[in-house]
């Protein structure tokens, strides 16, 4: 099992900036991918990115292309989103997930936290 908890969500005006971070533990060694995905009300989830833990490589929605950063940390297990020039629409619940890359299924998701932008 993998277990994920993310932090680092809150309140931002239109245009400002968040970070947030997704700590793993557990069998981590059968994951390679941690992904950022969100929800916001009354829509389907939805990928926002995803990074290689090994080789790093990374790619992006691209409504978030340019203005979101993903990143990870290997000596702290942990991943980053760095959020940048956030707009109204990026207003949702965000969670990070873990699966192999091999695989197209994420199986494992942390409890998300909220993000929300004001005008």
């Known amino acids: 099992q993998v277990q994920l908890v993310e932090s680092g969500g809150g309140l931002v005006q239109a245009g400002g900036s968040l970070r947030l971070s997704c700590v793993a533990s557990g069998r981590t060694s059968s994951t390679n991918k941690i992904g950022w995905f969100r929800q916001a009300p009354g829509k389907e989830r939805e990928f926002v990115a995803r990074i290689n833990w090994i080789s790093r490589n990374t790619y992006y929605a691209e409504s978030v292309k340019g203005r979101f950063t993903i990143s990870r940390d290997v000596t702290k297990n942990t991943m980053y989103l760095q959020m940048n020039s956030l707009k109204l629409e990026d207003t949702a619940l965000y969670y990070c997930?873990?699966?192999?890359?091999?695989?197209?299924?994420?199986?494992?998701w942390g409890q998300g936290t909220q993000v929300t932008v004001s005008s």
């Open positions: 997930a873990a699966g192999a890359m091999t695989s197209a299924e994420y199986p494992y």
